[in-house]
Each structure stands twice: as structure tokens, then as C-alpha cells.
């Protein structure tokens, strides 16, 4: 008997319980509905919001005004499929504007407090600059330098990515002041340990948010 490509286990199969959850996301208050189960599976965030007093809620409703619509799908794909879907745009303005949306994934998952989540995109968005040979552009670099912490795993990605394969005409007058100081820094720090590849085709872990004593996505 051959193998059954589209069987799975049970026990690895996504949680719908809980009933349907109503998300309004953006200033329109674009609607989605997504099990209750799914969102809390790795969010901390709606483990708080979805709590015991959800359950005889009557709207079963909640908010994400800060973010878009369509970041929000990048996440409810992630939700059912464990993957992150990208576009097949070959040009390098398709590309970025793909970069762009996994960048304010990334946020969203911060927001959310869901790291594997965050450290999916982040292999995703690595992965995707490293085969198309396109590195984030300024728009993408001011949005996680505007929007994360110092010590954030993505802007050590994106200043590892300079350190290793940029170029002089990388920088000019529309490149993110602090990010400049923070590259300039990094080289610094980094100059008597370079190697001739990045840290991340070695362990992408360097650069996930899960830290030192929690599995990764990839293992669990």
C-alpha cells in the first residue's frame, strides 16, 4: 500500500476548537473569523484576550487597529498551515513590497507575542533576500528601526546582512540615520570575527526570538 501524502497525525493537527472568533483588523475593520483555539495555540497575547470571560461573550469579538488586513492573512495562513506564503514576483519592487509585508508580520507576531511565529518569518524573510540576491531596501530598515526594541533579533538580522554581503552604494542620504550608527557599531564589534558566511546558514537560531532555553518551531 503506497504512502497517503495528505494523511497527519491527530495529535498534530490544528486546534479549532472554541468557537469562531471575530477579528476586526485596520482602520476599516476588515473582518476575519478564525477559530478560538488557533489563536491561542502560540499567542500570549490572546491567551490573555481569549481567557475564561470569552466564553459566554456574546460579541466574541476583538481588535487589531494598529496593523493591516493583509498582514493579518500572512498570520491566519500561519495559523492553519505553519507556513508563510509568498508571492512569485521576480522584479526587485515585487520583491521589496514582499519583504515589506514580512517585515509587518514580524511586528504583528511581536505585538501578538507569538515567537514561533516571529522566528518563521524571520527564516522566511532571510531566506527569501539570500536567494533572490535582494537585500531590504530603506523602507523596510526604517519600519523595524521604528517599530522594534534595541536588542531585537530582526535588526541583528538586517545589520548581519550588511555586514556580510553590502556594498558601498548601499548607503546614501535616504538610509536610516540610526540604522548607519548601528551598522557602523556592529562592524566594529564584528571585525576580528568575521567568517566567510553569515552566522544564519549555520544556526538561524542566532537569530530567533524563542532565546537560549526554548525549543524552537523546527524541532517542536
Given at each position: ?8 497525525m491527530q ?27 488557533l489563536?491561542r ?22 481588535e ?32 521589496n ?27 522566511t ?14 523602507d523596510?530598515?526604517?519600519l ?16 548581519h ?21 548601528d ?26 526570538v ?10 517542536s
Amino acid at each position: 500500500m503506497g504512502s497517503i501524502e495528505n494523511h497527519g497525525m491527530q495529535s498534530d493537527a490544528p486546534d479549532v476548537s472554541g468557537g469562531t472568533i471575530r477579528v476586526m483588523v485596520g482602520k476599516q475593520k476588515t473582518e476575519f473569523h478564525v477559530p478560538a483555539g488557533l489563536l491561542r495555540n502560540t499567542s500570549k497575547h490572546f491567551q490573555v484576550v481569549l481567557g475564561e470571560g470569552w466564553k459566554n461573550c456574546e460579541y466574541r469579538r476583538t481588535e487589531l487597529r494598529h496593523h493591516e488586513p493583509n498582514t493579518f492573512e500572512v498570520y491566519v495562513r500561519w495559523l492553519y498551515t505553519r507556513k508563510i506564503w509568498t508571492g512569485n514576483g521576480t522584479s526587485e519592487e515585487e520583491i521589496n513590497a514582499e519583504l515589506l509585508v514580512q517585515a509587518k508580520a514580524y511586528i504583528l507576531g511581536t505585538d501578538l507575542q507569538d515567537t514561533p511565529f516571529q522566528d518563521t518569518v524571520l527564516d522566511t524573510f532571510a531566506r527569501m533576500t539570500r536567494d533572490a540576491e535582494h537585500w531590504p531596501e530603506d523602507d523596510v530598515i526604517q519600519l523595524i528601526w521604528a517599530r522594534t526594541r534595541l536588542n531585537s533579533p530582526f535588526r541583528r538580522l538586517l545589520l548581519h546582512q550588511w555586514v556580510w554581503y553590502g556594498d558601498e552604494d548601499w548607503i546614501d542620504e535616504n538610509t536610516p540615520k540610526r540604522f548607519v550608527r548601528d551598522f557602523a557599531e556592529e562592524i566594529l564589534v564584528m571585525r576580528d570575527e568575521l567568517s566567510e558566511t553569515m552566522p544564519f546558514e549555520k544556526n538561524a537560531c542566532l537569530y530567533h526570538v524563542h532565546g537560549d532555553h526554548v525549543q524552537c518551531y523546527k524541532t517542536s
